[in-house]
Antibody, heavy 119, light 110 residues
């Protein structure tokens, strides 16, 4: 059974870059048919899809975040990562990594990590 | 403002049935599969329904999904206090080239 675990700083200063990594275990990140996703949830609010990446390197980004966003895959480490630049307080959220089946649904989730943007 | 519209809250008594609606458009629900997620506060979302009406293994048949036109519905029968959670619908939006979620519905089992 696949497991995902997010890691990264819990506090980021405004205007800096938020960087998170998702470690995948129990399955190879190179498995065909899956995409690897980031989803966030501001405190007390709903879910927001950030973007996802396929093993091929193809990426799909939320249009509202695209100009600040980069998702990359690290197959040798069985990990994928998120970089979100020029953050503001509005980027404060619990960030989840997830595995998506062909981009159709999210069938495995990490436990989530809270990132606070504050000086 | 979410692309998919869900009621903010629903409630029902234990043992009863409840439905949660998810309204979209021709660019999302009408032409793509819908999935539903249950989120108990403080935990990660959990897949309940995929491909609009299929249940992953381990999800009881008290949970069901359906889709018609630009709307989808999650049904829960035999409500239990453990079903109290937030429920989200989601699908791909072909116009936005983005995955979209509903705003979420808080279920209270009275």
């Amino acid at each position: 059974q696949v497991q995902l675990q997010e890691s990264g700083p819990g506090l980021v200063k405004p205007s800096q870059t938020l960087s998170l990594t998702c470690a995948v275990s129990g399955d190879s990140i190179t498995s065909g048919g899956y995409s690897w996703s980031w989803i966030r949830q501001p405190p007390g609010k709903g879910l927001e899809w950030i973007g996802h990446i396929y093993y091929s390197g193809d990426t799909y980004y939320n249009p509202s975040l695209k100009s600040r966003l980069s998702i990359s895959i690290h197959s040798s480490k069985n990990q994928f990562s998120l970089n979100l630049s020029s953050v503001t307080a509005a980027d404060t959220a619990v960030y989840y990594c997830a595995r998506s089946h062909h981009g159709d649904f999210f069938n495995s989730w990490g436990q989530g990590t809270l990132v606070t943007v504050s000086s | 403002q979410s692309v998919l519209t869900q009621p903010p809250s629903v409630s029902a008594a234990p043992g009863q049935k409840v439905t949660i609606s998810c309204a979209g458009s021709s660019s999302n629900i009408a032409n793509n599969y819908v999935s539903w997620y249950q989120q108990i506060p403080g935990t990660a979302p959990k897949l309940l329904i995929y491909d609009s009406n299929k249940r992953p293994s381990g999800i009881p048949d008290r949970f069901s999904g359906s889709k018609s036109g630009t709307s989808a519905t999650l049904g829960i029968t035999g409500l239990q206090t453990g079903d109290e959670a937030d429920y989200y619908c989601g699908t791909w939006d072909s116009s936005l080239s983005a995955w979209v979620f509903g705003g979420g519905t808080k279920l209270t089992v009275l």
